[in-house]
């Protein structure tokens, strides 16, 4: 049995049930539609991230392929030379962004123009390590991004779920069966009331 509200059983408490009523119905109804768009924002980011992760394996796969044969060819020591003063090769930009009350952050990586070399004796390898690092560098960020949005949403598409249930198999059937009590009880007095006003009548008419 749905456990009632603790409120007197009048008409006016009648009347602000009702009123309560249909604004937690409201709600309901939004935060079902939000939790609809949430679920179909989750699978869509889902589908990104998945995408994005295996796009991203086969980059570092290859990054540190060129890495190796690199290393192999100058050696650590030249290698680290050829490193030295060159400027980052990849710009990151990170903005805040929400979408249905889901606050990320929105990660811009953008590739720059690679610097060039003034060692003579590096070799070619050099430069295609460098731009499949770059690549790579790009992906993981945008791959960060789209991790990090994805917990975030299935957080709030959880939370949001919570409430929904709450509403839909607690507060709300409290409020159905607050006010169905109250309608009872007050139909019961009216007919309390009825009765004893005949029975007066009768008594009237027979003196």
Known sequence: MTQRLPIPPTRNALLQLKNQLEFLTTGHDLLERKRELLTRMV??????????REEAAQLVDSAYYWLSITH?????????????GLEPSVEVKILPRSNLGVEYPAVRAGKRPLQP???MWTDASFDRMRIRLTDMAVVLAQLGEAEIA????LNEQRKTQKRVNA???NIIPRYEASIHFIQETLEEEERDSLFQVKLLQEQDHVI
């Open 43 to 52: 699978r869509e980011q889902l589908g990104t991230y998945r995408k994005l």
């Open 72 to 84: 192999m060819r100058m050696g650590e020591r030249m290698l680290h030379l050829a490193g030295l």
């Open 117 to 119: 070399v003034s060692l």
């Open 150 to 153: 994805l917990r975030r949403m």
């Open 167 to 169: 509403l839909k198999y």
